[in-house]
């Protein structure tokens, strides 16, 4: 794959979806020293490969920007609470070296996306290799054993104990593990379903891409039911609610909702798997999760020190120190990354939010309407999720959100110029060999 990826880098931008979603954890995990995954190994060199091919000439955008930001503060908060907490330094760099995942999949997907074609191409790998995330994270609910061989080892026991574990519990119990773990999983499922549904609302009728398109979300969306994780469904039905009430596609919205509906009306199942993790039945009820939330939100700010207003703490050491993780992005933002990540993911929310309202704003170009329409659902659902977890902060979910973010951004340069983008708005966001590139356009 080094000599494919060496040949052809933009490949990269696809194949690293599939090799970081459905890692063999634990069929690999100490097979290399210092437990580094091959897929660690494969996006840093893609990541070189990508900054030698283009003498370092990267987007320099707002999202290369945000994701460079987003990985020092992680690091410096890291390095603040080690001194503050027993953390071992090998801990600290193997957290950071998956933060470094963020930057460097930026990296590779700028050099990827170098005209429309690329951007329609790599959207539409982004989406199948969703869908086999998604099916990997039901077949670990309903055949654990038979693929143990994906899930990560938990701290204190083997991967067998754990699969042991999973199959004493009954199915409708079984949370969709995956080969990203649960929350990673969910997160993931999430944004594909989002941007799946935007391009199937706003796609041509009768096309191969709708269709192709309309299974993606279909599968992305009975995943996101099969984790069974109560906030990324709550934040699903927030964005698709903003899409119903506010989009320029109402009716499909409500076709959607209506097939949705009857689906779900028709698979008993599904019911059952949605009412029992809000009611208790799979061992939580919706008031029980959020009082137990409440209780380690408590915790974290009771014992957080104004030492370490500034920068935090780190999310890797205020595991040791508090013995526990926020449960909020919000509250997580203060507590890792100090004012810094809290001003950071401000700064997030609100150029997403702007990001997308200026291709709102392109009503005859339907492509642009779609990227628009699936940045203002992303921002909205990670606003909701946001208030049960740690997704502002989580490597693998910001790795796949600056991603839409970048992809968003970038079709917005390649589009003809208006009076709100500027010739010399484009010529900035650009790097400089593709200036000439920019003029011809």
């Known amino acids: 794959m080094a000599v494919v990826i060496t040949i052809w880098p933009r490949m990269a931008a696809i194949f690293m979806w599939f090799a970081i979603w459905l890692y063999p954890n634990s069929l690999m995990y100490g097979s290399l020293p210092l437990n580094i995954r091959l897929d660690d190994m494969f996006l840093s060199y893609a990541c070189l490969v990508?900054?030698?091919?283009?003498?370092?000439?990267?987007?320099?955008?707002?999202?290369?920007?945000?994701?460079?930001?987003?990985?020092?503060?992680?690091?410096?908060?890291?390095?603040?609470?080690?001194?503050?907490?027993?953390?071992?330094?090998?801990?600290?760099?193997?957290?950071?070296?998956?933060?470094?995942?963020?930057?460097?999949?930026?990296?590779?997907?700028?050099?990827?996306?170098?005209?429309?074609?690329?951007?329609?191409?790599?959207?539409?790998?982004?989406?199948?290799?969703?869908?086999?995330?998604?099916?990997?994270?039901?077949?670990?609910?309903?055949?654990?054993?038979?693929?143990?061989?994906?899930?990560?080892?938990?701290?204190?026991?083997?991967?067998?104990?754990?699969?042991?574990?999973?199959?004493?519990?009954?199915?409708?119990?079984?949370?969709?593990?995956?080969?990203?773990?649960?929350v990673g999983t969910a997160l993931i499922l999430l944004n594909i379903s989002l941007l799946a549904l935007s391009i199937l609302v706003f796609g041509k009728k009768g096309t191969t891409e709708k269709w192709l398109f309309g299974v993606c979300f279909a599968f992305c969306t009975l995943g996101l039911i099969y984790t069974q994780t109560r906030g990324a469904m709550i934040a699903f039905a927030a964005a698709f609610l903003w899409g119903l009430v506010c989009s320029k596609r109402r009716g499909t919205f409500g076709i959607l909702l209506a097939l949705g509906t009857l689906v779900i009306a028709l698979q008993g199942g599904l019911i059952q798997i949605i009412v029992a993790r809000f009611i208790g039945e799979t061992g939580s009820t919706l008031g029980g999760g959020a009082n137990v939330r409440m209780g380690i939100w408590e915790m974290f700010i009771h014992n957080f020190q104004p030492i370490h207003i500034p920068t935090g703490v780190g999310m890797y050491a205020a595991y040791n120190i508090y013995k526990a993780t926020a449960h909020n992005t919000y509250l997580g933002s203060f507590i890792y990354g100090g004012m810094l990540g809290f001003a950071l993911l401000i700064v997030v929310i609100y150029k997403t939010w702007n990001l997308s309202g200026r291709l709102l704003k392109h009503h005859g170009d339907l492509t642009a309407i779609r990227f628009g329409t699936y940045l203002r659902m992303l921002i909205i659902s990670m606003l909701v999720v946001g208030c049960s977890s740690e997704n502002f902060q989580d490597t693998l979910c910001m790795q796949l959100f600056f991603t839409g973010m970048l992809i968003a951004e970038r079709y917005l340069v390649l589009m003809p110029c208006t009076q709100r983008d500027t010739c010399k708005q484009v010529f900035e966001h650009l790097p400089h060999t593709d200036y000439a590139a920019a003029i011809l356009y």
């Not at 990508?50 to 503060?73: E, N």
């Not at 994906?150 to 754990?162: C, H």
């Open 50 to 182: 990508c900054l030698w091919r283009s003498r370092g000439c990267i987007s320099s955008g707002v999202t290369i920007k945000l994701a460079l930001a987003w990985f020092i503060i992680q690091l410096v908060g890291n390095l603040a609470g080690a001194f503050l907490s027993d953390s071992n330094i090998y801990g600290i760099v193997k957290f950071m070296s998956k933060s470094a995942y963020v930057p460097m999949t930026v990296i590779i997907i700028s050099y990827a996306l170098r005209d429309k074609e690329n951007i329609q191409y790599i959207v539409k790998w982004i989406c199948i290799a969703g869908v086999a995330a998604s099916l990997l994270g039901v077949a670990t609910v309903y055949k654990p054993q038979q693929f143990s061989i994906f899930i990560i080892p938990q701290i204190g026991l083997s991967t067998g104990s754990y699969v042991d574990a999973l199959e004493d519990v009954s199915e409708l119990s079984r949370r969709a593990v995956g080969s990203i773990g649960i």
